[in-house]
């Protein structure tokens, strides 16, 4: 099994900056893919950022510019540095992993992080 665990969220104002971490732990051979996806009240859970093992990155049109995806692969860790935050990035964001184990992938969860942005 592998385990995610975040932190980083809170509240904040708008124009303001927020840094979340995920480290992954438990038995793989590798990580393959390290993400950071949000769920606002009454969306879909939508793509945030994305690293792949080789240090490619994906963003969503709507945070291209204000958050950078970062990973520590020493130390099986991903983050999300989040500057001038708007109120629309309100939501609950979720660490997803995709590791490998004896060739197979395995895709994880984390439990999610608060973040706010708000007056």
């Known amino acids: 099994q592998v385990q995610l665990v975040e932190s980083g969220g809170g509240l904040v104002q708008p124009g303001g900056s927020l840094r979340l971490s995920c480290t992954a732990s438990?038995?793989?051979?590798?990580?393959?893919?390290l993400g950071w996806y949000r769920q606002a009240p009454g969306k879909q859970r939508e793509l945030v950022a994305a690293i792949i093992g080789g240090g490619s990155t994906n963003y969503a049109d709507s945070v291209k510019g204000r958050f950078t995806i970062s990973r520590d692969n020493a130390k099986n860790t991903v983050y999300l540095q989040m500057d001038s935050l708007k109120p629309e990035d309100t939501a609950v964001y979720y660490c997803?992993?995709?590791?490998?184990?004896?060739?197979?992938?395995?895709?994880?969860w984390g439990q999610g992080t608060q973040v706010t942005v708000s007056v």
């Open positions: 438990g038995t793989f051979t590798s990580i393959n893919t």
């Open positions: 997803n992993a995709i590791v490998v184990r004896y060739g197979i992938s395995y895709n994880y």
